[in-house]
């Protein structure tokens, strides 16, 4: 059974960083590629960042979230991070770490998704 646990999220003041965690089993994480989604009140979800986990290295970000957010992965420990420097009050959500298998030939779908972590920054 897959399980993806999320966590790290708090409150924080504008301009502070926090880094988010996410821990996989139940999968080959090296096979998977990783993603960070968010999701604001009221709003829908939108896509963060995400890193493939084959032997090629593929690397995405939201352009509005670039040179802010680093996203990373260890995985001889089946781990997902997610480094937010600068943060803004309009960062605030919850964030979703996802995984989907990484394909030879075109895309597949975030198919595991984790429980969500609260980020608050006020200002």
């Known amino acids: 059974q897959v399980q993806l646990v999320d966590s790290g999220g708090g409150l924080v003041q504008a301009g502070a960083s926090l880094r988010l965690s996410c821990t996989a089993s139940g999968l080959n994480f090296g096979a998977f590629t990783m993603g960070w989604f968010r999701q604001a009140p009221g709003k829908e979800r939108e896509f963060v960042a995400s890193l493939s986990g084959g032997r090629g290295v593929a690397i995405h970000y939201a352009d509005t979230l670039k040179g802010r957010f680093t996203i990373s992965r260890d995985n001889n420990k089946s781990t997902l991070y997610l480094q937010m420097n600068s943060l803004k009050p309009e960062d605030t959500a919850v964030y979703y770490c996802?995984?989907?298998?990484?394909?030879?030939?075109?895309?597949?779908?975030?198919?595991?998704w984790g429980q969500g972590t609260q980020v608050t920054v006020s200002s």
């Open positions: 996802a995984a989907r298998p990484d394909v030879v030939f075109g895309t597949s779908t975030y198919r595991y």
